[in-house]
């Protein structure tokens, strides 16, 4: 990651989506190298949303494969997702989607439903496959977390896979970009719910709707048995809401039974109650109406710490974008800047986290600080009369060109999860107990 100074090149974001495609196609080397021709990656997308069907992504990609960029979709803005989609389409021997609706996804479960939408998507690749390429067969299958036993194949079940295999990242993209665009149609069909910017998923938003407007054939009636739509402007009848996490896919409940079938049988799956289903989108990154933050922009928490004895200082940082949670700690040693202390660190942080969304083509960024001068000297609000403040200023003027960059102060030490975390972070670095 770059500390400070200008955005990468082109040129060096090139040679870093090289370097990445190189190793997310290690995998598939292997198996190519084992004689294994035809490699199909699988992927779904939509398993934790109230409304809508769930997509599953079946891609077969060529022992050739060079298209830069491709990864897991979730670390993707949506503009790169569809020029990528596009470019895995021309390039793929094979592409298969298949769906499950919400009428399946009621009567079988939701894991069920995957499987059953896993399970199609894989049947229309297997007979592009043979169509386009003289009746050839898919030898392997690889799945992210998942294994569906009505396909008849061999296959291997990589937790995170969209991270590791290219085979499963294209599918990753191809899902996604097709379920997207399928909640955006059905936003025309069904407005009021919000469905174009949540795609299904539970915010204050599609709560609302659900409340103003009541349930709509696209509903999981599973998923909202136990929504009230009589107690309108309560939330969801005075009950707890229980937040979900498995995998990159999240979603909001309202009692623990519903809860529990999301997480069973998925290992690694993260819950917790809350009193309100607005502390429980806090929990999940996906809060837009409680902060007004976009569900493309990143979350940055940053902090910074001094060590007294070695005049050194360092920063700490928490990412959270699209569901997922990425930290960073760095520490310097520059006797000027560390005249600032602790402020040093803070603003090593904000440009730390700035330079990340930058390098990963994320179009906006909400960086969380308590030091007040880091929203003021970036907001231009303030003078700048050390070097370091200079050059912070300028940094965040020239990221503005290409991305958007909000400040928000929170109150230091004061129990914030992320805030706290930032913090031990940036004094593990100094290695400050």
Same mark, same amino acid.
Request: net charge neutral; hydrophobic share 35%; proline share 3%.
């Given at each position: ?14 040679e ?27 992927? =779904? ?18 022992e ?6 491709v #990864?897991?979709?979730k ?23 298949? @769906?499950?609706?919400?009428? =399946? ?5 939701i ?28 030898e392997? $299958?690889?799945?992210?977390?998942? @294994? ?13 896979? #969209? ?6 990242a294209a ?6 970009? /097709? ?19 949540n795609?299904?998923?539970? @915010?204050? /938003? ?6 103003? $407007? ?29 937040? &979900?996490? &498995? ?18 049988g ?5 819950y ?7 502390? /429980? ?9 409680a ?13 910074g710490?001094?060590?007294?004895? @070695? ?19 760095? /520490? ?23 330079s990340?969304?930058? =390098? ?18 970036? #907001? ?23 991305m ?5 102060? &929170? ?23």
């Amino acid at each position: 990651m770059k500390v400070r100074g200008v955005p990468m090149t082109k040129q060096e974001r090139i040679e870093k989506q090289k370097k990445r495609l190189i190793e997310l196609t290690g995998h598939e080397r292997s198996l190519h190298a084992e004689g294994i021709r035809y490699i199909a990656g699988m992927d =779904e997308v939509g398993r934790g949303p109230l409304a809508g069907p769930v997509y599953a992504a079946c891609v077969v990609l060529p022992e050739n494969f060079a298209v830069l960029g491709v #990864d897991d979709s979730k670390k993707l803005t949506d503009r790169n997702r569809r020029k990528l989609d596009s470019e895995i389409r021309q390039s793929a021997l094979a592409v298969g989607i298949g @769906t499950a609706s919400a009428e =399946e996804i009621d009567e079988m479960n939701i894991l069920g439903a995957t499987k059953a939408a896993m399970d199609r998507a894989y049947r229309i690749a297997a007979e592009q496959l043979g169509k386009q390429c003289n009746g050839a067969s898919i030898e392997r $299958l690889l799945i992210d977390a998942l @294994t569906v036993d009505t396909i008849p194949v061999p296959q291997e079940n990589i937790v995170h896979g #969209d991270a590791s295999s290219v085979s499963i990242a294209a599918a990753s993209i191809v899902a996604k970009v /097709a379920r997207d665009d399928y909640m955006i149609e059905m936003d025309q069909k069904y407005p009021g719910y919000a469905f174009a910017s949540n795609k299904g998923y539970g @915010t204050a /938003a599609h709560y609302e709707g659900l409340r103003n $407007l009541g349930i709509t054939p696209l509903h999981r009636r599973s998923f909202l048995k136990n929504f009230d739509t009589k107690h309108r402007g309560n939330g969801m009848a005075k009950k707890k809401a229980y937040a &979900v996490r &498995v995998g990159r896919n999240t979603g909001i409940f309202d009692t623990w039974d519903e809860c529990r079938r999301q997480v069973t049988g998925f290992p690694g799956a993260e819950y917790k109650g809350f009193a309100t289903v607005e502390e /429980a989108e806090a929990y999940l990154g996906n809060g837009k109406p409680a902060d007004q933050i976009s569900p493309d922009a990143a979350r940055i928490y940053v902090d910074g710490s001094y060590d007294r004895k @070695t005049r050194r200082f360092a920063c700490g940082g928490v990412i959270l974008y699209q569901g997922k949670t990425e930290t960073f700690s760095h /520490a310097y040693e520059d006797p000027e800047a560390a005249e600032m202390r602790n402020v040093a660190g803070e603003v090593m942080g904000a440009e730390c986290g700035i330079s990340y969304c930058l =390098e990963h083509s994320i179009p906006e960024a909400v960086i969380y600080y308590d030091y007040m001068g880091i929203g003021k000297w970036g #907001d231009d609000e303030w003078k700048a009369n050390l070097p370091m403040t200079r050059e912070y200023k300028q940094f965040v003027a020239d990221a503005r060109k290409k991305m958007r960059i909000t400040f928000r102060k &929170v109150a230091a030490h004061t129990g914030d999860r992320y805030n706290e975390m930032a913090d031990r972070l940036a004094k593990a670095a100094l290695g400050i107990q």
